[in-house]
């Protein structure tokens, strides 16, 4: 078993959110009906779609975990955070996660 704790640097090529939007004609006008649905994406780093509320490309966090070698096979866990903000001018919003990974060695 091989326990680690240490810092992260995460760099984001990418960054979108996709609503998905449902509106129901029928409700307004009652002798017209139709459906429509949709999806659009939303890129997060665009200031003309996120204003100030960019998020940043790079951010800095820690993280705990521990890695086992049985044989061919590989296994591991770990827990972290983001340190500081990932979203500009939002005070608290940090990315949490948790991690199982599991793989062969060869």
């Known amino acids: ?8 640097t995460q760099f984001n090529l ?7 939007y449902e509106y129901d004609y ?4 009652e002798d017209w009906y139709e459906d429509e649905s949709g999806k659009e994406s939303h890129n997060l ?6 204003g100030e509320n960019t998020f940043r490309r790079l951010f800095f966090g820690w993280q705990v ?4 070698t049985i044989k061919d096979f590989h296994i591991g866990a770990n827990y ?3 340190l500081g ?3 500009n001018n939002l005070e608290g919003v940090k990315l949490k996660g948790a991690n199982i990974s599991i ?3 060869f």
């Open 26 to 29: 029928h409700k307004q006008y």
């Open 85 to 87: 903000r990932i979203v």
């Open 1 to 8: 078993i091989m326990p680690y704790v240490g810092l992260m």
């Open 80 to 82: 972290g955070t983001t």
């Open 45 to 50: 780093f665009d200031k003309k779609v996120m």
């Open 65 to 68: 975990g521990a890695n086992i």
């Open 14 to 20: 990418s960054a979108t959110a996709t609503d998905s």
């Open 103 to 105: 793989g062969y060695n």
